[in-house]
Nanobody, 116 residues
Framework: QVQLVESGGGLVQPGGSLRLSCAAS????????MGWYRQAPGKPRESVATITNGGSTNYADSVKGRFTISRDNAKNTVYLQMNRLKPEDTAVYYC??????????WGQGTQVTVSS
């Protein structure tokens, strides 16, 4: 059993920054992929950024150069540093953990609102 707990969402003005955290607990494999996804009202969930246990990263074009994903393998925690936030970044952000042979695990989501 795996649990993912996200934190760090909130309300920020355009151009501001937020840092999201996601801590995983339970049966965590040494080889896995963690990532951040987001879902805005009326839109499908989309991938924002992913990172492997080895540190390889992938970003959506819409966030490249503004967002940075990182992880601490010793703490089973993944982070998303979001800079130069835009109103279109407003969404519920979800953490995801993918391990071989298992269905993906999802966090409960954290709201990010970018508004003046």
């Amino acid at each position: 059993q795996v649990q993912l707990v996200e934190s760090g969402g909130g309300l920020v003005q355009p151009g501001g920054s937020l840092r999201l955290s996601c801590a995983a607990s339970g049966s965590i494999f040494s080889i896995n992929v963690m990532g951040w996804y987001r879902q805005a009202p009326g839109k499908p969930r989309e991938s924002v950024a992913t990172i492997t246990n080895g540190g390889s990263t992938n970003y959506a074009d819409s966030v490249k150069g503004r967002f940075t994903i990182s992880r601490d393998n010793a703490k089973n925690t993944v982070y998303l540093q979001m800079n130069r936030l835009k109103p279109e970044d407003t969404a519920v952000y979800y953490c995801k953990l993918l391990q071989v042979g298992q269905l993906p695990y999802w966090g409960q989501g954290t709201q990010v609102t970018v508004s003046s």
